[in-house]
T-cell receptor, first 113, second 112 residues
Framework: DQQVKQNSPSLSVQEGRISILNCDYTNSMFDYFLWYKKYPAEGPTFLIS?????DKNEDGRFTVFLNKSAKHLSLHIVPSQPGDSAVYFC????????????FGDGTTLTVKP | NAGVMQNPRHLVRRRGQEARLRCSPMKGHSHVYWYRQLPEEGLKFMVY????????ESGMPKERFSAEFPKEGPSILRIQQVVRGDSAAYFC??????????FGQGTRLTVV
């Protein structure tokens, strides 16, 4: 039973356009959500997070939206750049434990020049 | 401030051998987490440790796998009698009490 799902294994967008990565979760105990970016042969790098008391968090070109009633979150990258090409993981946890996160299987983003 | 250090980066073991993976957390971090990533999958939580204590090992296979985080030195993930299905990338993360965890670069274990 996968509690965090990223239904799109891959996404390809043109440089300068918006990238939208989606994530769904099933566990209503999750109250903190994170996005990680991962390059091949490296560890995941924290990108942006959002608490369940918010519905939007923005950091530069990256914005995360949370729809708690739908148990859905999305990561928007605008404008997309070729250097954004990587695997993006959605993760969720309850706020009692900083490191124990449940990860989705990832979405491979390719930004074409 | 060095990040989370994992070694070795690559480890090849024959079936039946033991694998030892090391993780040195970031300075000042006393919480260590181990994750495993199988090909084409996300990271799966294995175990959460604080100094000298296992806090949560709900993701650890019941046999052959063990972890420790001694008072001095790195955290060790130990896999005894490795099998081909143990081939994966193993990531360690560390954190302070309630902040985001930071990941190391991982150890890629290949069992031949």
């Amino acid at each position: 039973d996968q509690q965090v799902k990223q239904n799109s294994p891959s996404l390809s967008v043109q440089e300068g356009r918006i990238s939208i990565l989606n994530c769904d979760y099933t566990n209503s105990m999750f109250d903190y959500f994170l996005w990680y970016k991962k390059y091949p042969a490296e560890g995941p790098t924290f990108l942006i997070s959002i608490s369940s008391i918010k519905d939007k968090n923005e950091d530069g070109r990256f914005t995360v939206f949370l729809n708690k009633s739908a148990k859905h979150l999305s990561l928007h990258i605008v404008p997309s750049q070729p250097g954004d090409s990587a695997v993006y993981f959605c993760a969720a946890r309850d706020n009692t434990n900083a490191g124990k996160s449940t990860f989705g299987d990832g979405t491979t983003l390719t930004v074409k020049p | 401030n060095a990040g989370v250090m994992q070694n070795p980066r690559h480890l090849v073991r024959r079936r039946g051998q033991e694998a030892r993976l090391r993780c040195s957390p970031m300075k000042g971090h006393s919480h260590v987490y181990w994750y495993r990533q199988l090909p084409e999958e996300g990271l799966k939580f294995m175990v959460y440790l604080q100094k000298e204590n296992i806090i949560d090992e709900s993701g650890m296979p019941k046999e052959r796998f063990s972890a420790e985080f001694p008072k001095e030195g790195p955290s060790i993930l130990r896999i005894q009698q490795v099998v081909r299905g143990d081939s994966a990338a193993y990531f360690c993360a560390s954190s302070e009490t309630a902040t985001e965890a930071f990941f190391g670069q991982g150890t890629r274990l290949t069992v031949v």
